[in-house]
Nanobody
Framework: VQLQASGGGLVQAGGSLRLSCAAS??????YAWFRQAPGKEREFVAA????????LYADSVLGRFIISRDYAKNTVVLQMESLKPEDTAVYYCAAASGFPNVQAMSTGSVMDYWGKGTLVTVSS
């Protein structure tokens, strides 16, 4: 199983980006996004369980980011709006093969598969 995140790039503050995560070899029902800014630890961004319908967002992105699924493309999407310079980071998607809830997923420790990151740079 491989996860591949894409869609990163350079955007001005206030702009938008759409990240995608494609899984090869298997379909999952639980995905999460994390990010790691230069010199900082990895942090949780968003998680969703398509089994329960539960969604969780970090306070820093609530109301600006949306995690969803593009069934036509078989990808998980992170739509990012009103981007801020502090959103600059490498973004990673992750999938869980078990049945963790979104709170557990937010810790990262229950995620089984991780994709290579995609860099998002927000200029001021």
């Amino acid at each position: 199983v491989q996860l591949q995140a894409s869609g990163g790039g350079l955007v001005q503050a206030g702009g938008s980006l759409r990240l995608s995560c494609a899984a090869s070899g298997r379909t999952f029902s639980r995905y999460a996004w994390f990010r790691q800014a230069p010199g900082k630890e990895r942090e949780f961004v968003a998680a969703k369980s398509w089994n329960s319908g539960s969604t969780l967002y970090a306070d820093s992105v609530l109301g600006r980011f949306i995690i969803s699924r593009d069934y036509a493309k078989n990808t998980v999407v992170l739509q990012m709006e009103s981007l801020k310079p502090e959103d600059t980071a490498v973004y990673y998607c992750a999938a869980a093969s078990g049945f963790p809830n979104v709170q557990a997923m937010s810790t990262g420790s229950v995620m089984d598969y991780w994709g290579k990151g995609t860099l998002v740079t927000v200029s001021s």
